[in-house]
């Protein structure tokens, strides 16, 4: 799938879209996602062209490849998640359903999550 420079996450990171920025640094971007599935739901996106994680990781250079997961363990620290502990989810492709052709995590926490999968 190629990159669309039209997808919601690249006209935020251009800043056309506003959002409330809770880190950035020259690798990534994060803010709260507008529709929240728990307490707290943190978007992390990096600032490359990267349609999913397996292109992250296939074209990403090093830097911004440990740039991004510390941004995203920062973010958890600044969160105030990781003693209660988070739940890390990168949605890549069709079947996760995910919903943005950026590479991207979601951090969630601030209460017990359950299980990872609805049964059924």
Known sequence: M???DGNIF???LRGEIPC???YEDEFVLAFPDIRPQAPIHVLVVPKGKYVSI???GAKA???EITGFWRAVSHVARQLGV???GYRLICN???DSHQEVPHF???ILGGRALGHLLAPG
């Open 2 to 4: 190629a990159y669309d």
């Open 10 to 12: 690249a006209k935020i």
């Open 20 to 22: 409330q920025k809770l």
């Open 54 to 56: 397996a292109d992250f």
């Open 61 to 63: 250079s090093p830097e």
């Open 82 to 84: 990781e003693e209660s």
């Open 92 to 94: 890549a492709g069709p």
């Open 104 to 106: 991207h995590a979601h």
